[in-house]
């Protein structure tokens, strides 16, 4: 349920572009959310929809689908195998912006704001193996949230970072498209999470409007001549949405326009789109899709960056290893080694990496899929949960009960030959085990990842 006082700051503030119903707007607080998966097409198993009650597919995204109702996500291995991801429906219209720019299969994409990764996984999908994806999060935990989750997804063709937006100037005109989920005062979600309401006030608006522009001061001068910026917020107020907007225009963009089926519900704003609640089957979201038409980052602060103060990710000739037959190789990944690591990245990658004008000084988490640490004598948690892993491997196929134990890191009994396995649960990998005995194997799950209450 929505505050009254909150209520009527965003009836304002909504107004200002867009007459909404306010009596159907205002019931819509009363009703449940709605819950959406988006399933991995890399990882696509039958039984997941009788496990998870699917029922609609979601419009404007492919392989996604709503639930007729909320199971435990926690307790289920699949989630942790990489098959779904779990997120708002109007999160996922990311997918169809995407399909629609039509863009080059060997485009560059920054997510600069990625955490915890939907938005991410959804253009993951769509890239293909020539393509780089990179996504950042300023903030270190969020950041690790989002390294694990696209690790899950399998791919190779994605660079991780938590840096800072500035970090980036060293890569100007590299990315062909730059998306910004701006920080915002979230009362999109308010139906669903009613404790953020604590925080709202005009003041905060005005706030979080302001952080918005210089979040986007420093992000205009990366985005090249007539590349791609997408834009968007969980938020109602016209503040956060339509005038920033209006504010890019004004300082060098165009807005791209989509052909949008009446029946998604789905509303076009003067500047951009808008989800209501009422209209459609998804929280508050606005989006609006723009491109670089002239350069007038001049009227921003000087962006000259020293070379001498950034260093370069450099990728070396992996040494000789163990285990290369549990690769399945194929034309566009490449075995690389990249500081302590041995690591499969996507030809794209190491191509722009050994180019000589790449440099960055923030700091990396990932970059494709580590396949083994230098000093380690198993394969890493990262290629198990890839999509590169080879049929030869030796597998351990486990029950619903046994996998959640190996998830938790608990004991349970197993009955195998010594050896290392791939850990697999409905035929979805989850991690490394080696068998010493009959009574003792080592459970290589990571302890960051393990599941810690049932």
Sequence with gaps: MIKSEFFDIIIKSINRYYDINHKEFLYS???????????????KINQLFDLLHISDE???????????????????????????????????????IFKNLQLSNDIKVLDIAAAPGGKSIIVNSNLSNNAVLWSN??????????????????RANNIVSNAKISDFHSLQN??????????????????????????????YIKRCANRQ????????????????????????????????????????????HLSIPDQWGIIKSKYGYR???????????????????????????????????QSSIRLQAPPHIDFENFIDFNDEIELKKIRQNISLISSSIAKWMDWKGFFFNGKVLNVGTTFIHENKKIPSPQFALSIYTSNSIPQLHLNISDALSYLQKKSFKLNTDKGIYLVKYLNLALGWIKIIDDDRFNNYFPVDWRIINM
């Design 275 to 309: 989800f209501f609640p009422h209209l459609t089957k998804s929280e508050g979201f606005y989006y609006v899709i723009l491109r670089k038409i002239e350069n007038k980052q001049s009227k921003f602060q000087n962006f000259n960056y020293n070379k001498k103060n």
């Design 137 to 154: 999060d300023t903030n270190s935990n969020r950041a690790k949230t989002l390294n694990y989750n696209l690790i899950k997804w399998g």
């Design 29 to 43: 607080f009363n009703e449940k959310p709605h819950i959406a998966i988006k399933v991995n097409p890399y990882k």
């Design 58 to 96: 979601v419009s404007w995204c492919s392989d996604a689908y709503y639930l007729s109702d909320r199971p435990d996500f926690y307790k289920d291995p699949l989630l942790y195998a990489g098959a779904y991801y779990v997120m708002d429906p109007a999160s996922m219209f990311i997918d169809y």
């Design 213 to 256: 522009k210089e979040i986007l001061k420093d992000l205009i001068p990366i985005i090249p001549l007539y590349g791609y910026l997408i834009y968007s917020t969980c938020s109602y107020t016209s503040e956060e949405n339509e005038d920033i907007a209006k504010w890019l225009i004004s300082h060098g963009f165009e807005e791209v």
């Design 174 to 203: 590299q990315f062909d498209l730059v998306i910004l989920d701006a920080p915002c005062t979230g009362s999109g979600f308010y139906r669903k999470y009613e404790n953020w309401q604590e925080h709202f006030s005009i003041e």
